[in-house]
């Protein structure tokens, strides 16, 4: 199995339909042996009905379905526990980042890199990133935070686009301890720590309705994870 796509989902029993479609058609046509892997993260909307719906399309469709809500963290791990492929990544299902980067940025890791991480920020000729304006300066504000106080050469850690080698995402995911949203900025910082090489690239991205950001809460929360990192792996 050449790669794993991990799509953690919690109440998404309406987007799935509009994303997995693209998912299936790239894993259909394109050169790699795919696998897909849909974790519902114990949603209450029928998300892991939605999805295996879809598994009569592409034989390789894998639906897990945890009982209970654990977090955006625990289910990529969870995924990636299953996961088959020489190259696990994870997107997310509200298909914001096209299906067609994985083809575009996987020669990423035959060149000698262990991780690449999809950007928002990094900006080349031909790639878009359609973003709300409140996106634009919360992303803005929580990267310097970032910056400031915990990895200083990453411009996105929070890009819901992501693929490890093998062979180094599950020392990697081992050492988590965030379930949450959090979870990118401990991988992240785990990896630098842990000596891997991380490629950030410009991936093409556009805003989807129905998002779960929180404007009120959720830069409190990921200021928390900041400290909390630095203090559990100091």
């Known amino acids: 199995m050449d790669i794993s796509i991990i799509i953690p989902a919690k109440d998404e029993a309406s987007r799935l339909p509009v994303f997995l479609p693209s998912v299936i058609e790239f894993c259909r046509n394109g050169e790699m042996d795919c696998e897909i892997i849909v974790v ?25 379905r945890l009982e209970r809500n654990r977090g955006k963290g625990f289910a990529v791990k969870r995924g990636f526990e299953e996961a088959r492929g020489d190259i696990l990544l994870f997107m997310d299902a509200d298909g914001s980042t096209p299906v067609e980067e994985i083809g575009r940025n996987a020669h990423w890791l035959k060149e000698g890199y262990d991780i690449v991480i999809g950007s928002r920020v990094i900006r080349e000729p031909g790639v878009s990133v359609q973003a709300r304006l409140h996106r634009k300066c919360m992303g803005a504000l929580f990267n310097t935070l970032v910056h400031t106080f915990l990895i200083k050469d990453i411009k996105d850690t929070q890009c819901g686009f992501k693929m490890f080698r093998r062979a180094i995402a599950r020392p990697l995911f081992a050492h988590m301890q965030i379930d949450g949203f959090g979870f990118d900025l401990e991988i992240l910082y785990l990896a630098r720590k842990m000596g891997y090489k991380i490629k950030e690239t410009a991936v093409n991205w556009r805003h989807v309705e129905g998002g779960k950001v929180n404007l009120f809460t959720d830069p409190a929360r990921m200021l928390s994870n900041i400290f909390q990192i630095r203090s559990m792996h100091a």
Do not use: E, M, R
């Open 40 to 64: 519902d993260d114990g949603s209450t909307d029928g998300t892991s009905a939605s999805a295996q719906g879809f598994q009569g399309q592409w034989p390789d469709l894998k639906v897990i």
